[in-house]
């Protein structure tokens, strides 16, 4: 298997295991806070954030996001106040979602700075890919508190 493969099918392996873990859930159990733990909206909303800022470092492409969706789901913040709509974050994230597959068929080689997390545009990727896979982790511990099916494990 060839690096772009790879890291295109890393990149639909998780948007796909995301879009299963919030395929039966109602806008009000997205919203719920566990525990006061923050909620399914905002585990999406913060990926949504993170990967369009990823997406305009590797592409240049400017996602444009809700002016109000810094402010939300960047990291630090604890997913408080009104939130938008699982539905609506959910657009935004297959826009990033469509950005980031159009970066996996550009040169995964070229350097980015990624700080200490990544120096070429196939670790930023595999790093996105890291991420996801995080949050899709707290999603799941999420549905369990929601009382809804087990996914994994």
């Known amino acids: 298997m060839e690096l772009r493969e790879l890291v295109k099918g890393a990149l639909m392996a998780g948007a796909g295991m995301l879009e299963r873990a919030l395929g039966d859930l109602s806008e009000e159990e997205a919203a719920q806070r566990p525990q006061g733990l923050a909620p399914i909206v905002w585990q999406v909303g913060h990926l949504t954030v993170s990967e369009a800022r990823m ?25 408080e106040g009104p939130l938008p709509s699982l539905a609506e974050v959910r657009e935004y994230f297959a826009k ?58």
């Open 55 to 79: 997406a305009q470092q590797l592409t240049g492409v400017d996602i444009a996001l809700p002016e109000n969706y810094k402010a939300l789901f960047e990291y630090g913040t604890s997913g």
């Open 96 to 153: 990033g979602q469509q950005a980031l597959l159009q970066a996996a068929e550009g040169d995964l080689s070229r350097a980015v700075d990624g700080g200490p997390f990544y120096s070429t545009v196939a670790g930023a990727l595999l790093f996105v890919d890291r991420h996801r896979w995080y949050h899709i982790g707290k999603i799941m511990t999420l549905r369990g508190l929601l009382q809804k099916p087990r996914l994994l494990g």
